[in-house]
RNA sequence: GAGCCGUUAGCUCAGCCGGUAGAGCAUCUGACUUUUAAUCAGAGGGUCGGGAGUUCGAACCUCCCACGGCUCACCA
């Protein structure tokens, strides 16, 4: 309890004693701030005058500029900010010493004129105001806004109030998770499902899950950290075209890039192949650019994204071609390999094979020359263990990765579908298991069960959608993209195991 | 996980070589009928993240703990 608490405790007294509701009621507006903006901010004084518009507003005060028996403040609502102009000779004494009691933070309805000031600013002049809520606690620095990184993240509604360009970074959040969903809904034909969160192993990617347990089954479950093979299933059931947007759990490390729950959208969609996915990913890129751009284009980390143009789609091994001149085209041995590896100064362990060397060189000098969204496809079978092999070069999958800025942002191929070879599959992941990965999968029957009644060649796609919002908005964090990131409590006090 | 940095008023930040804690905003009192980071005059506000140690004396030095940030490796 510090002084501004305090004071502002007796003025919520105050109010009681004054008959008037510290804490409101329903109020009706007739205006937002931005539809007041919208629609009176190009005429001049006179015309505004001329025109002898009313409103009612209501929001939260966040500034105030008092003058003697006249005052000035922001009301800021969900759409932005209006001025008001209170003059204690209109509203009267009573209810301009309402104003003069109240504190920024507090929420007011405002009922008055649509004016504009000699300054030029479009300003509601009040004849009325009704308190509707009183804020106990100061609001952060008006002018600095809250920049503790950790108070932001711990108390995102401060954040969200001091802060527009975060309000304005999760309204886009949601505008471009809509757009996807239209895309898909729409343009794709697809059906969006839900499946269930709590699963019975862990399965569909490699990662440490979050383990829970059931009271009344008595058995432990798992927290999904995939969407896979539930939307698998979905096909062999016939809807064909499936995707979901939701939650996935990691029991991993965060970074900038990682919070252990995040927003995954997978889609499956029958009869296509990596070309289609292709077409189809581009599809939900561009959605997702043009619901927060109008010409598609984007800076990010200082560069600027064009997400209008066509997307460049290589061939791994093309790609890296043309970055250093080796060509991997060539059917080689494995020692080969190493010796272009080595003289490349390309660290390789021994268990290696070609395509992890051709991936190593990818990696090393391809992925960061990559800026302008592109896709890369044909990933070695090596290290595609869920990828179909190409049919005409088996050494290499139909597979693709979208490189935008460095880095990836999807991941698709053509599903495997065949039940005996998803069985070897998940038997080589259950052995890595045994012996001591915690990240390797188990063997899902139900699934190798789901798969031998037939599932139709199929298309999938994963894309991590907070990085993309990330991207979308240029935000240097995940945190900055998360509502609630998952943080440490602040009073560590854990029970006694 | 490793390394580096941070934590001081409600918020944003100063605080030198160890010598009794500072500013701006916010708050309070007063003045002010078109201000907009309003202005002017005055005032109040601190367990300096927590604990221990060194010292005559610690926001500052040492150690431990907590939380956070950044960088690096793995994962989306």
């Known amino acids: ?3 501004q608490m305090r004071v502002r405790l007796d003025k919520m007294n105050e109010l009681r004693q004054e008959g008037i509701d510290p804490f409101g009621h329903a109020f009706k507006r007739t205006y937002l701030a931005k539809q007041l903006h919208a629609e009176f901010n190009d005429l001049d004084k006179e015309a505004i005058e001329d025109l002898g518009k009313k409103a009612i507003i209501a929001g939260r005060m966040v500034a105030k500029r008092g003058k003697g028996k006249v005052g000035f ?67 952060p620095d008006k002018f600095h806004g809250l920049q503790n990184k950790e108070q932001k993240y711990r108390q995102r509604y401060l954040d969200l109030i001091s802060n527009p360009e975060s309000f304005d970074r999760f309204q886009k959040r949601t505008k471009i ?10 343009e794709m034909d697809c059906t969006e499902v839900e499946t269930p969160v709590l699963h019975n192993q862990a399965g569909g990617a490699s ?22 093979l539930p939307l698998k299933r979905l096909i062999v059931g016939g809807m064909e075209r499936v995707y979901e947007i939701g939650r996935v759990f990691r029991n991993e490390g965060m970074d900038q890039d990682h919070n252990p729950e995040f927003t995954e959208l997978e889609s499956y969609i029958a009869y296509f192949d990596f070309k289609d996915v292709m077409d189809e990913t581009e599809g939900i890129f561009k959605a997702a650019a043009n619901a927060v751009t109008d010409d598609g284009k984007v800076t990010y980390e200082g560069e600027e994204i064009d997400f209008s143009k066509p997307f460049a789609r290589k061939h791994m091994v093309d ?14 041995t494995i020692d080969e390999a190493r010796k272009i590896a080595d003289d490349h100064d390309v ?17 090393k000098f391809v992925e960061d020359t990559i800026k302008q969204p592109t896709f890369i496809y044909g990933h070695p079978v090596e290290i595609s263990p869920l990828a179909k092999k190409n049919a005409e070069d088996p050494r290499f999958t139909d597979r693709f990765e979208l490189y935008i800025s460095g880095t990836e942002y999807g991941n698709a191929f053509t599903e495997l579908n ?10 080589a992941q259950a052995a890595e298991k045994d012996a001591g990965n915690d990240e390797a999968q188990g063997i899902d029957e139900d699934f190798i069960e789901a798969l031998s009644y037939g599932m139709p060649p199929t298309g999938g796609l994963g894309i991590g959608i907070d990085r993309l919002v990330m991207l979308l908005t240029d935000a240097e964090s995940i945190r900055d993209v998360i509502l609630f990131p998952t943080m440490r409590p602040e009073d560590n006090s854990q029970p006694e195991e």
């Open 73 to 139: 403040a922001d009301i800021m609502d969900r759409t932005g900010r209006i001025q008001i102009y209170v003059r204690k000779d209109v509203v009267g004494e009573e209810n301009y010493h309402i104003f003069k009691r109240s504190d920024i933070g507090d929420h007011l309805g405002v009922e008055g004129d649509i004016i504009k000031t000699d300054m030029g600013e479009l300003t509601i002049r009040a004849t009325h105001i009704t308190f509707l809520s009183k804020a106990l606690r100061p609001l």
């Open 347 to 363: 660290q390789y362990e021994p268990y290696w094979k070609v395509g992890h060397i051709i991936n190593a060189f990818f990696e």
């Open 1 to 3: 309890m510090n002084d």
């Open 319 to 332: 790609a890296i071609k043309e970055v250093t001149g080796v060509d991997f085209w060539k059917e080689m």
């Open 207 to 228: 990662a440490r899950p979050f383990i829970t347990h059931h009271n009344a089954l008595n058995i432990d479950l798992y927290l999904r950290i995939a969407l896979e």
């Open 418 to 427: 065949d039940p005996i070879d998803q069985r070897e599959r998940f038997e």
């Open 177 to 186: 998770i809509s757009a996807i969903r239209s895309y898909l809904n729409n």
